[in-house]
């Protein structure tokens, strides 16, 4: 892959003195200078609200508007547009099909299915379904490799669960999850299949057809485009079959005093204004990284982890956590006794940015038997050399809490 | 205030649209019909049903009714005009054509078939009212979606 | 107010060979390069999630999110920036409130009390929760003088109504409504009171603690800030007891497998990633409008919409809407025969943006009589020379449609 | 790896507090406590208890438990150091004290009532990590609000 370094303003401002190394791409992804110009292009010549303009602004903002819906659907090898509903992020997404699907399909007694690893966005909001139907939530298990327990995941099958979720890629653990495999199996125990996109959809080809899930999620801010803008991919006839969501202007079709008859998708689940700046900041992003190659990413980022794995191996005292064998750009560890945090803090003083926590996976710590743990995540801008600075400085850590030089 | 038309708008508001605008033929509703199709604009709130009465497979009558701009109603009403008395699947290959025409299709603009609606060839400059010159051409596809 | 138009990029375009003359703030303003630098500035030098990062640019992403909160809280007149809570939108606003204190507050039998003036982004959400609590949905009249009819509002309060809702100003007809009065008499009732300020906290100055309204709503777009942002202002002790909307990261406390606890105020209601960019840009909008002078802007506005409709009185058959005196910048009308989608097609050729179609209002327009109305709405940007633009496309729409000339 | 410590690490991690931190003094729990206060840091995940035996209106006894960084424990375990045996007054009028040093108040840091804890003054440059030191403050706080 090129290196497109230079393509990214922030990446040529200083922290501390240093230059910035940022490794926390897994929590949001830096911009590209084309980003950044669309947005202020949009606000200079195009801005308007959609959908309800006979204008010629009105007119050429809705068009931008919909063509990143047709692009989005591309990118992610989804057949319809019309299932291409714009909304904050994952976590929206996700309440989204859970409020509303969810009010529809489970009921009392019924039986939810999500894994052990995912992120506290994939889990709370089906917690909240679970409570306010009175249905079983499941939490399938992981093996001791990291990966979704697939002997648990066909016994939870067997309780006909009304909705199954896992996350396609784990946020903490690298795990790159067998989405076509367990989507299946979901399929044939009568199940509907939501899938947290968030870390994939940046890192890899992704192509919701082929996966056949019924609903696939991300975030636009984790894939180089603006905050405030992501994706909830639904099939079409489950989509329609859904009762609103977020009631308002342009979900309706006919609105009387006490009830009101609403639009077809997609337009049904897109109450208010929408976020049409973060739309076509997502759509320059999309084109940013197609013309990179979505397999080229992936190799890259991979080969990144690789090395990161590698090198991190040789620092005396560092536990790494998640899968041996293949695995996203996410490097999850902990280093002798010095707390993830205190960690943080260190690196950072060398202008290496690395997130410290629970990493909103609750569950997933007390599976790995901390309370928080340091990651690394690794997208299109890092380089070997980034790597090397996160050696460097976590030997820097090791000295200042008193242990020798490796 | 005339401008060359360079914008369109002359052709746009030409004498015979406004003419089927303020003179909408077959206009109201039928007692007795086969199909009955209520279509609406949500984004401008156009508002139209059709009525069809079907013998075998000609219509053999066809009111619309509703309220909406001088597009939407105009070309209901020539619509209406041209598939009284036609097969149904001959209406549904000229929706095809005025569908083709209103994409910009000169071709389409120019088959005589379309009679008075070619006077609407001019809606494709204005992307944002196609939707209203296609509503009452839409509610006859609706209508007729399950009929041979 | 000093002439502002130099610092808003897009009004220096041409449409259709015209300069463009925008009349539709009401829809969605225009951003002033401040904002717009704002945004590029943020993605350039601050970009980080916020709240979970213990290095630099994470400290002070949060900081400057954060600090955009204290911003909104002053400037509105809210009390606690815990009671700010960042939203999408209005529509968003409204829907969590009708959806987290809907549940808890709203039973079988009970009343909720709107008016025939509401968007519909303040009328859809109040529909679904009375039809998910079979409810009774009370929606008051207005008077011939197009104000909240306070007669019938006192009968519908003596239902003793759980919640009551209105606009502060109408988006079609430029109505203010006596917002501290109408919620006197709320209180008084033993209502909550929700206040769609979507089209005031833009034009003139707002002070919530003085209003006494229990959650007060609003959207950044449409003052000067970038799509994807807004504000539920609401008090403190009632945000408290609120179970939480969305579920995911950044909202909890601590979380088990089938159950979590919840994080304080305002985080509880802010799951996933928020729009950080969105509220730096909120930030940069406040400051603009806040050098200006909120009285400015109002007077501003109010000048321009008194010479609007002197002006447009003298078109020959041309209909105005709306109160007799007092109004905000909102000048809707209709003229003789010709749709309104036909005027804004035929003024566009002439580089004037107005809006046409039933504005999010379909009840008001059955009031009005009228299926759709032309609508002209004013802002900062706005001057007389803009009203003479609109006043003259219009006589040209009266000539295309065959009317002599006045 | 010597940097001259101008980002203030150095201090950050000095013995005095890696040492708090592996030798946490009063950690544990009280069998018998009159007051039990759990916090977390959501953001972080850091967790903390705080237990309190008072007599009368003086701690006679206090312990903490829980995890977190090395600046969260190492503060909560001076803090125990700090005010047990204290009347309730004093340790919150040392919580206020501890408060402004985090803060930035050099006058605070100078104030030799807040023992070992000075030795945390350094944690104000960092402001993230602020939360952390205050964490068994807060708990402190909390468990003695109601108390005179
Ligand atoms: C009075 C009023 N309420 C609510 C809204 C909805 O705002 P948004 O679309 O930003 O959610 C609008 C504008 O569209 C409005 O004018
Ligand atoms: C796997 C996963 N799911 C969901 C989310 C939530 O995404 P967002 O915060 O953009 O809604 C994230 C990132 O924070 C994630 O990594």
Request: with cysteine; aromatic share 6%.
């Amino acid at each position: 892959m090129r290196d497109v370094r230079s393509d990214f303003p922030i990446l040529h401002r200083e922290v501390h003195g240093h230059r910035l190394v940022y490794l926390d791409s897994a929590a949001t992804t830096q911009k590209p200078r084309q980003v950044i110009d669309a947005i202020v292009e949009y606000y200079s010549s195009l801005n308007a609200n959609v959908h309800r303009g006979a204008y010629d602004l009105a007119v050429r903002a809705t068009e931008a508007y919909e063509a990143v819906r047709a692009e989005v659907a591309t990118f992610v090898g989804a057949p319809d547009p019309n299932g291409v509903i714009f909304v904050r992020g994952t976590t929206e997404a996700i309440n989204l099909v859970a409020s509303s699907l969810g009010r529809v399909r489970v009921q009392k007694g019924d039986t939810i299915v999500v894994t052990a690893m995912e992120h506290h966005s994939n889990l709370i909001p089906w917690q909240l379904l679970a409570e306010a139907r009175e249905a079983h939530l499941v939490m399938v298990e992981l093996t001791a490799d990291w990966q979704i327990d697939l002997a648990g995941y066909r016994r939870a099958l067997e309780r006909s669960p009304k909705i199954v979720t896992f996350t396609h890629v784990s946020n903490v653990l690298g795990t790159i999850n067998p989405v076509a495999d367990l989507t299946r199996l979901a399929h044939d125990a009568g199940a509907v299949v939501l899938v947290d996109g968030a870390q994939a959809v940046p890192h890899m080809p992704v192509n919701v057809a082929a996966l056949d899930a019924d609903f696939y999620v991300f975030s636009g801010h984790k894939m180089l485009a603006p905050m405030g803008i992501g994706a909830l991919i639904g099939k079409p006839a489950l989509l329609d079959a859904m009762p609103p969501y977020q009631g308002g202007g342009e979900m309706i079709r006919t609105v009387h005093d006490t009830s009101a008859t609403y639009a077809p998708l997609p337009h049904k689940f897109e109450a208010g204004t929408p976020n049409v700046e973060g739309a076509v900041g997502l759509g320059a992003a999309i084109r940013y990284l197609d013309a990179l190659g979505m397999d080229e990413v992936a190799a890259h980022e991979r080969a990144l982890a690789r090395y990161a794995l590698e090198r991190l191996a040789t620092i005396d005292a560092l536990t790494l956590y998640g899968p041996a064998g293949d695995r996203a750009g996410v490097v999850s560890f902990t280093l002798a006794d010095i707390h993830p945090h205190d960690l943080a803090t260190i690196v950072d003083s060398e202008g290496v940015a690395i997130r410290a926590g629970h990493h909103c996976a609750q569950p997933l710590m007390r599976r790995l038997d901390v309370a928080a743990t340091a990651r690394a995540t690794f997208y299109v801008y890092n380089t070997r050399e980034d790597v090397d600075a996160l050696v460097a400085a976590l030997e820097k850590a090791r000295t200042l809490f008193g242990y020798a030089h490796a | 205030m005339p401008d060359g038309d360079a914008s369109g708008l002359t052709e746009l508001y030409q004498e015979l649209i406004l003419d089927h605008y303020r003179r909408p033929r077959n206009q109201g509703s039928l007692e007795a019909y086969t199909r009955r199709v209520a279509l609406a604009n949500p984004t401008c709130g156009d508002e139209l049903e059709l009525d069809l009465l079907l013998d075998g497979d000609t219509i053999a009558d066809v009111r619309f009714s509703g309220h909406g701009c001088s597009i939407s109603q105009a070309s209901a009403s020539m619509m209406t005009q041209l598939i009284k008395g036609k097969k149904v699947a001959e209406a549904r290959a000229l929706a095809v054509r005025f569908n083709e025409m209103l994409h910009g299709s000169a071709e389409a603009a120019r088959d005589k078939s379309l009679g008075e609606a070619r006077a609407l060839a001019g809606v494709a400059k204005f992307p944002v009212r196609v939707k209203c010159a296609l509503l009452g051409w839409n509610a006859l596809e609706e209508s007729t979606r399950s009929q041979p």
